[in-house]
Nanobody
Framework: QVQLVESGGGLVQPGGSLRLSCAASGSLFTFYAMGWYRQAPGKQRELVAQVTSGGVTNYADFVKGRFTISRDNAKNTVYLQMNSLKPEDTAVYYC??????????????WGQGTQVTVSS
């Protein structure tokens, strides 16, 4: 099992910044993709940004140039720096960890979610 602990959500004014953190622990995989999804009320969950164990990053078009995903391998933690926030960024943000291995079943884990509200 992999446990994910998220932090960093909150209320921010338009144009402001927030940083989300997600720390993974437990039976971690050597090969993984870890990142953030979000879900706004009445909408489907969507990918925001992701980083792989090989350091490859992937961003949704709607956050390119505003959000940056990074990782601290020593802490098994991924960060999402969110700048120039817009009201439409308001959503519950979920950390996701997908692990891959030839010696054990693929793992897909989710955090509990953290609320991000962008409002004046």
């Amino acid at each position: 099992q992999v446990q994910l602990v998220e932090s960093g959500g909150g209320l921010v004014q338009p144009g402001g910044s927030l940083r989300l953190s997600c720390a993974a622990s437990g039976s971690l995989f050597t090969f993984y993709a870890m990142g953030w999804y979000r879900q706004a009320p009445g909408k489907q969950r969507e990918l925001v940004a992701q980083v792989t164990s090989g350091g490859v990053t992937n961003y949704a078009d709607f956050v390119k140039g505003r959000f940056t995903i990074s990782r601290d391998n020593a802490k098994n933690t991924v960060y999402l720096q969110m700048n120039s926030l817009k009201p439409e960024d308001t959503a519950v943000y979920y950390c996701q960890y997908a692990g891959f291995s030839t010696s054990r079943p693929k793992g897909d884990y989710w955090g509990q979610g953290t609320q991000v509200t962008v409002s004046s």
